[in-house]
């Protein structure tokens, strides 16, 4: 192992660190807004509403990641419209076709997350708000969304470990970040093993932390749903002698002759 090598390299790694962490938030905090009211949309009894939505989300599942951020960056390219449009300032960018990519993969995954925790409400939960007088928006506000986002907690923490990870696809399109910053030390050194290692132990270390994180989080808001230990009541010596001096005295039983 040469340590010497991996030293020397560590303030690489931390740059690609920032960059895999600043693509991983941002992505995330875009995709969970736009995944709210598309889950939203995607449980709702109108077809003109659900549909798109279900479609949307059935195409960004049903092709890989990689060929998105490539379409993206590589294949918008080629069309002399893009290129003279005024989206092209941001289209020719590595960061925003990047981010774009992520966040509307995470979006597609996490609405039908959301979605399914808003179909698993119970019934009776959305009756005693009704007759509480809620309905429509203030009804989603105040109790189908908290209650199915705190469901959603443990599907959307493997959708979050899984972007992360996905984020090392980022490189593809010129981004340093971690696995980039590996390739880079490897092409200068030949050490397979002290260069994706060290990119393997950052990665493992940042995917601890957020289960970490969530177990927390499941632990704070899905308390009521953890099993309950068994508590035997038991009263105190005061409050039996006091039930026995209300009782009625028994009386003895008749004599027969």
């Known amino acids: 192992m040469q340590w010497q090598t991996i030293f020397e390299s560590l303030p690489l790694y931390v740059e690609g660190i920032r960059t895999t962490l600043v693509l991983l938030v941002i992505s995330l905090l ?17 077809p003109w509403l659900s549909k798109p939505v279900w479609f949307y989300t059935y195409v960004l599942r049903g092709t890989p990641l990689l060929v998105q951020l490539f379409i993206l960056y590589h294949g ?43 179909k698993a409400t119970n019934n009776g939960e959305i009756e005693a708000a009704r007759s509480y007088g809620l309905s429509g928006f203030t009804l989603y506000r105040r109790i189908l969304l908290p209650s199915a986002l705190r469901r959603a907690l443990p599907q959307y923490s493997n959708e979050v470990v899984g972007l992360m990870h996905a984020t090392a696809i980022a490189s593809t399109v010129t ?38 994180l969530f177990k927390l989080l499941e632990r704070r808001f899905l308390r009521h749903l953890q099993p309950q230990q068994n508590r035997t009541v038991k009263a105190a010596p005061h409050t039996l002698q006091a039930v026995a001096a209300a009782s009625p005295t028994p009386r003895p039983a008749a004599k027969t002759s």
């Not at 995709?31 to 449980?43: D, G, I, K």
């Not at 990047?98 to 959301?114: C, D, G, K, R, V």
């Not at 092409?187 to 393997?200: C, D, I, K, P, Y």
Request: hydrophobic residues 60%; aromatic residues 14%.
């Open 30 to 46: 875009s995709s969970f807004v736009l995944a709210v009211p598309l889950a939203v949309a995607r449980v709702s009894a109108k």
């Open 175 to 212: 981004l340093v970040d971690i696995t980039r910053v590996a390739r880079d030390v490897y092409a200068n050194t030949l050490l397979v093993t002290e260069s994706f290692g060290v990119a393997a132990v950052i990665y493992f270390v940042l995917t601890f932390s957020l289960v970490g």
């Open 76 to 118: 918008l390219a080629q069309f002399e419209a893009v290129r003279e449009s005024a989206a092209w300032v941001l289209l020719r960018n590595a960061w925003f076709c990047a981010w774009l990519a992520f966040t509307l993969n995470s979006t597609a995954y996490t609405t039908e997350i959301f979605a399914g925790a808003l």
